[in-house]
């Protein structure tokens, strides 16, 4: 097939690691992590040779300073100047935030973020946040459920919108909700309905996902919960102690001499 002059073709890029930063809600310059950065564009044929050293120039051209949403416009701008029909870039990165979690003996809680724009040629961004929450609940209500709890879990609270919500916010919504759930003053009511887990992990989530609309200018918001039924790893190995390889070796030999 004989391509034409204007044709377009799809692009990727892939495991992309740079030193950036996110906003942070207790420090102004925001902070410090590393994201895996992963790029997908519709661009002309005649730029397709080009592509990848181009953005990988933009991308280095910055000090780690540079934050996503800076970023993000230093690419789609690249992207526009070659006419790309639309751009979707991605970011995927740890986030480490003092843990407010009541009873818990951990002082860091480690969260997992992903942040991601898309563009057409003649259109606005549409932005796309996630945050993944790890959570362990221990409470005594939870012996008033009829199924136990799988503990822990990671709360995925996913959102579209330009508002600025940090990822304390998103963690002080979930461990809030949490607490209100499970609060002395439900201890109660829990017991009189004999609450599963599925209805209580259900009121758990809309509650998330309640609050975070009420308090945030969002879109096509959803909550879910992911159960971590591995809470550490063990292994089995067979082996043969040098002793008794020593041993068998010395019957064999003995054997073969009589």
Known sequence: MKNEPNSHIKVKIRNLYFPIKVRSKDHYNGEKTIANISIDSAIELAYGGEFAKKIIQVISSRNESIGIYQLTKEIMDYCNSINAEKT???YEYPYFINNMSFKSNNKIKKCFCQFSAEKDLLFE?????QVTVPVTMYHAL????????DSPIEIVVEFEGDDIIFTEDIVEIVEGSISKIIGCNSIGE???KGMSTN????????????TLISKHNISNCSVKAVNQQA?????VETIKSAEKMGLSGLKKIEQALN
């Open 88 to 90: 979707s870039i991605s």
């Open 125 to 129: 961004y549409k932005r796309k946040h």
């Open 142 to 149: 939870l012996s008033f459920l009829e199924d136990p709890l």
């Open 190 to 192: 829990f017991a009189d």
């Open 199 to 210: 209805n209580f992990k259900l009121r758990l989530l809309n509650n998330i996902r309640d």
């Open 231 to 235: 809470l550490y790893l063990f292994s």
